[in-house]
Antibody, heavy 116, light 106 residues
Framework: QVTLKESGPGILQPSQTLSLTCSFSGFSLSTYGMCVGWIRQSSGKGLEWLANIWWNDDKYYNPSLKNRLTISKDTSNNQAFLKITNMDTADTATYYC????????WGQGTLVTVSS | EIVLTQSPTTMAASPGEKVTLTCRASSSVSYMHWYQQRSGASPKLWIYETSKLASGVPNRFSGSGSGTSYSLTINSMETEDAATYYCQQGSSYPWTFGGGTKLELK
């Protein structure tokens, strides 16, 4: 059974760095062809793809967030991570992690609020 | 970046009605994926690689398309189908989602 669960700080101040963790089970990110991605959704808005990390450590980012994103993984502990620097109120959203070439499995999401 | 435009943005359908949602890409893509999202819940994979139904998806749903034009069809609308549907392309980076179609029950 594949499960994913996101965790994050809940609230942070503008200009701070957001650190998110995706803890998963039922698959390994060291398996050929495996991928974990991060997607966010602002309240009442659509989905925005942020980044992917693949089993071979290839990484892809949404250029709209310029150089603010860093994705990484800890294969031994079945976790993936996303850091976003210089957070702004516009980054307030629910952040999801999901598995696969197509996102067949999603976490429940973690709400991140940026507020001073 | 490939922009995906979904239409309509919102629509209402009666039980038993046939429904077609469309997704147009700004450049050709190899395939399209679709997700269903109910209010307050995470998105669910609904259709992948243009026409393959995800596990548990009723066979009244179908997907089709190629190039820049894709669609999701519900053969006969049911109450439980009311939700927002998003298309997504993974043919080229950055991966992108459409803006969504909110399907309501009439």
């Amino acid at each position: 059974q594949v499960t994913l669960k996101e965790s994050g700080p809940g609230i942070l101040q503008p200009s701070q760095t957001l650190s998110l963790t995706c803890s998963f089970s039922g698959f390994s990110l060291s398996t050929y062809g495996m991928c974990v991605g991060w997607i966010r959704q602002s309240s009442g808005k659509g989905l925005e793809w942020l980044a992917n990390i693949w089993w071979n450590d290839d990484k892809y980012y949404n250029p709209s967030l310029k150089n603010r994103l860093t994705i990484s993984k800890d294969t031994s502990n079945n976790q993936a991570f996303l850091k976003i620097t210089n957070m702004d109120t516009a980054d307030t959203a629910t952040y999801y992690c999901a598995r696969g070439n197509w996102f067949a499995y999603w976490g429940q999401g973690t709400l991140v609020t940026v507020s001073s | 970046e490939i922009v995906l435009t979904q239409s309509p943005t919102t629509m209402a359908a009666s039980p038993g009605e046939k429904v077609t949602l469309t997704c147009r890409a700004s450049s050709s893509v190899s395939y399209m994926h679709w997700y269903q999202q109910r209010s307050g819940a995470s998105p669910k994979l609904w259709i992948y690689e243009t026409s393959k139904l995800a596990s548990g998806v009723p066979n009244r749903f179908s997907g089709s398309g190629s190039g820049t034009s894709y669609s999701l069809t519900i053969n006969s609308m049911e109450t439980e189908d009311a939700a927002t549907y998003y298309c997504q392309q993974g043919s080229s980076y950055p991966w992108t989602f459409g803006g969504g179609t909110k399907l309501e029950l009439k």
